[in-house]
């Protein structure tokens, strides 16, 4: 890390010298201990209706169904994906692990295009300000324990190893059907890669960024026959001090839980 990150790290950590509102605000919208138990309140209606806008005054015109897509597999995938809320805990395989991260995260040669090198994903003024870091539950191959995706090798690197990775992560999450996941890949942006550029318009784009990937991830998972589901509801900085981050210069997003379903 070079002097002007750590700088930047030390100035962001004193209120005023924060150089982005985005980065105020979030501070706080994170979770801690006492947000975590929304799913056990009793919903009211205003939380499970769905609401459609329509302008029932003006003229509209019909569409005709969707036809299917000449490729079949790609519709199958689409049609599949689906949120699983119930994992069978059978551990993932290293190469459905490979298939995820690269088809989720990974960049590939594109010899013939400005990028020589893309991603299965769009970013703002290719920035690519996200990072994926595996957290490994129960697994055929790979030890449990925390990693990080290292894009251009295609390889998870194995990071330092805290104390109670499970018990911490379950506690965060508090979703018991989490902890019959396989994997946990959180998603994080490293904000100043995007903000250089596009100041604090870099917020939006980074959550953005996020949704691609995770339905890259989603619809992967569809391909594979995997249970996926994404998770906003964890304790930021649980997950933050799991990983290593100092949770302002590079901050989690989301978190997706993968493991095989019945
Ligand atoms: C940003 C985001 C956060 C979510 N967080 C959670 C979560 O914390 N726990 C959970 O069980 N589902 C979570 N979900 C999944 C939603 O419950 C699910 O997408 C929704 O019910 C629609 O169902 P479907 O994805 O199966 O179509 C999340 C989805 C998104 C997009």
């Known amino acids: ?32 201990e006492s947000d975590r138990t929304i799913r056990n309140k009793k919903w009211p209606k ?20 969707a036809s299917n897509l000449r490729d079949a597999a790609l519709q199958d995938a689409y049609f599949k994906r689906i949120s699983a809320k119930q994992f069978s ?5 290293v190469s459905e692990t ?16 400005a990028l020589t ?7 703002a003024g290719a920035r690519y300000p996200l990072e994926v870091y595996p957290i490994v539950l ?15 090798g295609h390889a ?28 946990v890949f959180a998603v994080s942006a490293v ?6 550029k596009y100041q604090e318009r870099a917020y939006r784009l980074a959550l953005m960024e996020a949704g691609h990937m995770c339905q890259n991830f989603y619809t992967t998972s569809a391909a594979l026959g995997i249970g996926c589901c994404a998770l906003g509801g964890f304790n930021d900085d649980t997950i933050h001090n799991l990983l290593g981050l100092d949770g302002i210069s590079e901050s989690i997003l989301i978190l997706m839980a993968f493991g095989h379903t019945d």
């Open 46 to 65: 205003e939380w499970s209706e769905i609401y459609y806008k329509g302008y029932p005054r003006f003229k509209a015109y019909s569409l005709p169904q």
């Open 191 to 196: 904000f100043d890669r995007t903000s250089i």
């Open 156 to 183: 998870i690197e194995v990071l330092p190893q805290p104390r109670n990775i499970k018990k911490l992560l379950y506690q965060s999450i508090d979703q018991p059907f989490v902890k019959k996941a396989s994997m």
């Open 1 to 32: 890390m070079n002097t002007s990150d750590t700088l930047f790290q030390l100035l962001s950590r004193i209120p005023n010298l924060l150089p982005y509102e985005f980065q105020k605000y979030h501070q706080i919208s994170k979770y801690g």
């Open 98 to 113: 490979s298939d995820l991260l690269y088809f989720g995260a990974g960049e590939f040669d594109s010899p013939n295009t």
């Open 89 to 93: 805990k059978a551990p993932c395989t």
């Open 138 to 152: 129960q697994h055929h191959e790979i030890p449990p324990g925390i990693y990080h995706y290292y894009v251009r």
């Open 117 to 123: 090198k893309r991603r299965f994903y769009p970013s």
